[in-house]
């Protein structure tokens, strides 16, 4: 079984800066895509940031330019930096991955228990 566990949440100015962290944790043979996604209170989850395998990267346009999405294969973990946080970046954040347990098995779509970021003076 294979979990995902984020970390690096909590309060902060506008303005400021947070790094989340995601680490996998479980039988784990590779890692395909690692994503991260966003809840704020009342709406839906969105797409924030997300890389592959290969290290491309894509960014949701609010986060374009201030957020940096990025990856550690050889420890199973994935990063979030952000800077010039504004209020409306509000929400709780979710790692998500597409890992894989056994060779040519395919991916399974890993959630982690999400994180809260609150950007607020």
């Known amino acids: 079984q294979v979990q995902l566990v984020e970390s690096g949440g909590g309060l902060v100015q506008p303005g400021g800066s947070l790094t989340l962290s995601c680490a996998a944790a479980?039988?784990?043979?590779?890692?395909?895509?690692m994503r991260w996604y966003r809840q704020a209170p009342g709406k839906q989850r969105e797409l924030v940031a997300a890389i592959s395998k290969g290290g491309s990267s894509s960014y949701e346009p609010s986060a374009e330019g201030r957020f940096t999405i990025s990856r550690d294969d050889a420890k199973n973990t994935g990063c979030l930096q952000m800077n010039s946080l504004k209020p409306e970046d509000t929400a709780v954040y979710y790692c998500n991955a597409d890992v894989g347990s056994r060779p040519n098995r395919g991916y399974l779509a890993i959630w982690g228990q999400g994180t809260l970021v609150t950007v607020s003076s």
């Open positions: 479980g039988l784990i043979y590779n890692i395909n895509s």
